[in-house]
T-cell receptor, first 113, second 112 residues
Framework: SQELEQSPQSLIVQEGKNLTINCTSS?????LYWYKQKYGEGLIFLMM???GGEEKSHEKITAKLDEKKQQSSLHITASQPSHAGIYLC?????????????WGAGTKLIIKP | DGGITQSPKYLFRKEGQNVTLSCEQN?????MYWYRQDPGQGLRLIYY???????QKGDIAEGYSVSREKKESFPLTVTSAQKNPTAFYLC???????????FGPGTRLTVL
């Protein structure tokens, strides 16, 4: 079973609209990573969050980690066709830095022109 | 340009044959990883290596083997003991643990 729950599983959004993807764990997370994947390709690193309440932005994408460090959200503002793809969250659920991350199943984002 | 390369992009093999997937990085990273990705599932760790000549089993190591004779290279062999080898395989590397991993483009293996 997935230890990181991502929602929604898939999302169809009109170009120009905002959207949010969530990543939730029942455990405290000590490092939360967001990646984007084009179908059949490797993962591209987006952002890493570590501190409760932390928020990072890059261009039109903002990622947040809640105060309890159990949930993260990825928000895209004014979506564009280039945002289409699969978004995956990965996390370190141990206090000691760990080589083994846990992963969500991914959210497939489709942008309608 | 620094990065991770995987070859080949697509690989077809007959059932019962061993096959080796290549992964090379020129990022000077100590840690390297092999993941398997199946539709609708997250990444599952097969093996990882923290340093040359050392590697550890991940969650689904059965039917796979690896070697780490050089810092830059971490090949994965899918053996005939792997019951369901058809999947998308991703290689990654990181400077050390607790930081972001950089991924290769992946190899799609189809066993006929």
């Amino acid at each position: 079973s997935q230890e990181l729950e991502q929602s929604p599983q898939s999302l169809i959004v009109q170009e120009g609209k905002n959207l949010t993807i969530n990543c939730t764990s029942s455990k405290t997370l000590y490092g939360l990573y967001w990646y984007k994947q084009k179908y059949g390709e490797g993962l591209i690193f987006l952002m890493m969050l570590q501190k409760g309440g932390e928020e990072k932005s890059h261009e039109k994408i903002t990622a947040k980690l809640d105060e309890k460090k159990q949930q993260s959200s990825l928000h895209i503002t004014a979506s564009q066709p280039s945002h289409a793809g699969i978004y995956l969250c990965g996390a370190d659920d141990t206090m000691d830095s760990n080589y083994q991350l846990i992963w969500g199943a991914g959210t497939k984002l489709i942008i309608k022109p | 340009d620094g990065g991770i390369t995987q070859s080949p992009k697509y690989l077809f093999r007959k059932e019962g044959q061993n096959v080796t997937l290549s992964c090379e990085q020129n990022l000077n990273h100590d840690a390297m990883y092999w993941y398997r990705q199946d539709p609708g599932q997250g990444l599952r760790l097969i093996y990882y290596s923290q340093i040359v000549n050392d590697f550890q089993k991940g969650d689904i190591a059965e039917g796979y083997s690896v070697s780490r004779e050089k810092k830059e290279s971490f090949p994965l062999t899918v053996t005939s003991a792997q019951k369901n080898p058809t999947a998308f395989y991703l290689c990654a590397s990181s400077i050390f643990s607790g930081v972001e991993q950089f991924f290769g483009p992946g190899t799609r293996l189809t066993v006929l």
